[in-house]
């Protein structure tokens, strides 16, 4: 079996186009050209130059020693919080901005859940000089005012999503009208692995960078490029499939994806959506969501801004159907008090998706010469105010 | 004869209207649809509403969001239909969202759908080539016509595509936009309307998106088979209720009607 996209655009039963007309074309001439913009010489020297000197790439591999002696096992940590803009998210912006570039277009569009991925477009869409506009939810800006203010200073334009629930998936909606409105000048940078083929694959392709760079670094320090484990939060699924994506095909390596349990997993405020997914069509994309009985697609609840989106990427649907991947699934306080021991063992404040990862030592056991790797997928900056409100700092 | 293909026949213009079943009221859907037949409307689309409306503007979001508050599911829907071919002649066409058909089950779908007498299916996020593989022969098998789209900015292979594969009539869409959003026709859709119609397609077409008088409705057909009126209809039902769809539909076609 494999777990890479096939010739289709479908990972196993899931993923495809399921898109209107109106969209057609545009993804239709993403889908003819990414591969081959990608492979382009120049373009990987132009990525790989901006990945190293402006977003500080290779992100470390850093060995958390006094975690590991906590849980008995060895720990390494990859540093995407240490990133420009303090999460992984910005791999996938620079990649995009410069396809973008290639297909012509001169106007960016993007949606936002917590601010993280519409910070990230708007810093590269400025580095570039490309008008951005960044569609987020009302609710989600009200909740996460500095990222706001930051995507503002960097030169966007931010339009609050007033449909529906107001949140990720409804500026998720209004960035693809956006987009069936201006069919011509703009392209839309995805921010994770969702949306109509050929987005799950190019997002995962640019994030796959991180498992690269885990190949060798681990090599240079247990002389193996094969962890036993890897670990990644999943909200659409980016930073997982950034660091699974090398081992996707290896199954000698084992791969967790941890989801945010909310309130508790059948608490109904939970966006466990393995578990309480089913498969379904959304944002043109074939895969686990969380719907009601007839169809509609439900919101999802996580303390976690990020990890709050109603579905899945196709990938992530395809590693938890066919077992490849395991599925866990961690409850606010358990990432919140994750998040604080991360931060007085180590002294890295970790985002609150990370988080999630982070608590799973009291679910699963490790052996002690297991050589676990997590994906710490983003800062905690961000997430200063929530952590601040919940340990009443 | 499906009703869709003997209406297309006659050798008027015609109108159809779109609406958002389950709104204003829960229970409006099987007067408007009398309504509508009474007054002189062609042919109906009937909205199934959905949560996460992606080629529709504000308008009909918001009847859609409106609509699921009031409780409508497939389920209701189908039952408030259950009857509708005792009183109703002109065709219905169920337009539609492709989770909650999917949810359904496609062949229940379909097969409750030739039960009630319902003609067509227009489901914007349901692409032709998935239609093809997977889901032709459970459509046709209960006698549905698949609707599909096309806009200013599909290839003239891809028109040639949708036309070969089509058996009704072609959605033409009359700009790129979502529903709702731009009012009357410029140069541009001119000449896109005549690019179409030197084609000579095997199915004609009718025109949506756009049109809200009686000025763009003749625009519209002026070339094109008919028109579809959605979002300035939900509009009316908005702001006038469900008592007065007659002024509307006199506003729509004039003096010819």
Not at chain 1, 214 to 229: M, R, S
Request: charge should be negative; include cysteine.
């Amino acid at each position: 079996m494999s777990y890479h996209i096939n010739d289709n655009g479908y990972y196993g039963d899931f993923g495809g186009a399921f898109i209107p007309e109106m969209l057609h074309p545009n993804i239709e001439k993403l889908r003819q050209n990414y591969l081959q913009i990608m492979s382009d010489s120049e373009f990987q020297k132009e990525f790989k130059q901006l990945l190293r000197d402006y977003v500080g790439r290779p992100s470390p591999l850093y060995y958390a020693s006094r975690l590991s002696k906590k849980y008995n096992t060895k720990i390494y940590l990859k540093r995407e919080d240490l990133n420009h803009t303090g999460a992984h998210k910005i791999n996938n912006t620079v990649g995009q901005i410069l396809l973008a570039q290639r297909l012509g277009k001169t106007r960016i569009i993007a949606e936002t859940g917590a601010g993280q991925h519409g910070v990230a477009t708007a810093t590269v869409c400025a580095l570039m000089g490309i008008e951005c506009i960044i569609y987020m939810g009302e609710i989600d800006i009200k909740r996460q005012a500095p990222n706001v203010a930051r995507m503002k200073m960097l030169g966007a334009k931010v339009i609050p999503a007033m449909s529906g629930s107001r949140t990720l998936k409804d500026a998720t909606n209004e960035a693809m009208r956006d987009w069936i409105n201006n069919p011509l000048d703009t392209h839309y940078i995805v921010g994770s692995v969702v949306g109509p083929h050929p987005y799950p694959d190019m997002v995962a392709r640019f994030q796959s960078i991180v498992s690269e760079e885990i190949q060798w670094q681990l090599k240079d320090q247990e002389g193996t490029t094969k962890p036993d484990y890897v670990i990644a939060c999943v909200g659409g699924g980016s930073n997982a499939a950034g660091a699974f994506y090398h081992y996707l095909e290896d199954t000698s390596v084992q791969l967790i994806a941890v989801e945010a349990a909310g309130k508790g997993i059948h608490s109904g405020e939970s966006a466990a959506t393995s578990i309480l997914g089913k498969e379904g069509i959304i944002h043109g994309s074939k895969t686990l969501l969380m719907q009601t009985k007839d169809g509609q697609i439900t919101e999802p609840y996580s303390i976690s801004a990020g990890l709050d989106y109603p579905g899945v990427g196709p990938m992530h649907a395809h590693l938890y159907k066919s077992g490849r991947a395991e599925f866990m699934s961690i409850t606010d306080d358990e990432a919140m008090k994750a998040g604080l021991a991360l931060s007085q063992l180590e002294g890295i404040i970790p985002a609150i998706e990370t988080s999630h990862s982070l608590a799973i030592f009291d679910h699963k056991k490790f052996k002690n010469d297991d050589i676990i790797v997590i994906n710490l997928s983003g800062r905690g900056d961000k997430d200063l105010q929530n952590y601040i409100d919940y340990f009443k700092l | 004869m499906n009703r869709i293909k003997q209406q297309l026949l006659t050798d008027k213009k015609l109108l159809s209207i779109y609406f958002t079943a389950g709104y204003p009221n829960l229970e409006d859907t099987v007067s408007i649809i009398k309504s509508l037949e009474r007054h002189g409307v062609d042919m109906i689309e009937i909205g199934m509403p959905f949560s996460d409306p992606l080629a529709d503007g504000p308008t009909i979001q918001d009847s859609s969001t409106k609509a699921l508050q009031n409780g409508m599911t497939t389920e209701i829907l189908f039952e408030q239909l259950q009857a509708i071919r005792q009183s109703v002649s002109i065709p219905l066409i169920i337009m539609g969202y492709f989770n909650p058909i999917l949810q359904y089950g496609v062949e229940a779908f379909c097969e409750k759908c030739q039960n009630i007498g319902i003609d067509g299916l227009i489901i914007p996020d349901l692409p032709m080539d998935i239609y093809e593989s997977d889901y032709r022969q459970i459509f046709e098998a209960h006698g549905l016509i698949n609707v599909f789209l096309i806009t200013p900015q599909t290839s003239e292979e891809r028109i040639q595509y949708i036309d070969a594969n089509s058996k009704g009539f072609i959605y033409m869409v009359s700009s790129a936009s979502t529903t709702g959003v731009q009012v009357g026709f410029g140069d541009e859709q001119t000449s896109y309307f005549k690019r179409i119609a030197d084609m000579n397609l095997n199915n004609p077409q009718i025109v949506g998106f756009g049109i809200s008088n009686n000025m763009t409705f003749k625009q519209a057909t002026n070339q094109a088979k008919g028109a579809i009126i959605g979002s300035a209809f939900v509009k009316h039902l908005t702001t006038e209720g469900i008592d007065s769809i007659d002024k509307f539909i006199n506003t729509i076609l004039g003096e010819c009607h």
